[in-house]
C-alpha cells in the first residue's frame, strides 16, 4: 500500500497520477514545526512528475511539491541537513491512531511517530532551466552580497560622490 493511503485525504494524489505510484523517493526542501498540535509540516518535490497536471499550473510546470501536515507528533528526530535531499519517505501503521514516517536521505534523515498525516495540497512550478538545478536558484555570482562584501561602488549613495 503506497503511503498516501495513510493519510486522511489520499483522493489528492490520486487526482494527479491515472495509476498510483509509490511517491516514495522524494526531494525534500523544507521543514516547519509548531507547537499546536503539535504539528510537523513538511515540503518536498515528489517524484515522478504527475501524469494529469493541474490545468491551474503554470505553462510549462515540471515539478510537483507536495505539502505534508504530521500532526499529533509523539516522537521526533532530524539529523543532518543539507541543500540536496533527494531520499526515501515511508509511512507506516503502528497502532490505531498512530503512524510511524521516516525520510531518509543520503545527507539527511527525519524520523517520528505521529497521530494523523494530511495532504495540504499539491502544487505545481517550473523548475530551474539547468539541468538539476534547484528552483529559483542562482550561481553564487548572482547571489545578493551582504554589505560587509559588497564593493565600494555597491555601497555608494548620491551624496557620497557616486554616479547617480
Request: glycine share 8%; proline share 10%.
Amino acid at each position: 500500500m503506497p503511503w498516501y493511503d495513510l493519510t486522511a485525504n489520499p483522493k489528492v494524489v490520486h487526482g494527479y497520477y491515472s495509476t498510483a505510484p509509490a511517491l516514495d523517493r522524494m526531494d525534500v526542501h523544507g521543514v516547519r514545526l509548531h507547537r499546536d498540535g503539535p504539528v510537523l509540516h513538511l515540503t518536498a518535490d515528489l517524484i515522478p512528475f504527475p501524469d494529469m497536471p493541474s490545468k491551474r499550473w503554470p505553462s510549462g510546470a515540471n515539478t510537483a511539491r507536495i505539502d505534508l501536515a504530521l500532526w499529533g507528533i509523539r516522537s521526533l528526530t532530524i539529523e543532518g541537513w543539507a541543500t540536496d535531499m533527494v531520499g526515501q519517505f515511508t509511512l507506516e501503521p503502528v497502532a490505531e491512531r498512530r503512524l510511524r514516517f521516516a525520510f531518509v536521505s543520503d545527507t539527511a534523515s527525519i524520523r517520528g511517530e505521529c497521530m494523523a498525516v494530511r495532504i495540504d495540497g499539491i502544487t505545481g512550478y517550473v523548475k530551474g532551466a539547468e539541468p538539476d538545478a534547484a528552483p529559483n536558484s542562482r550561481p553564487p555570482s548572482q547571489l545578493p552580497l551582504s554589505p560587509e562584501v559588497q564593493s565600494s561602488d555597491s555601497q555608494r549613495t548620491p551624496s557620497s560622490g557616486g554616479c547617480g
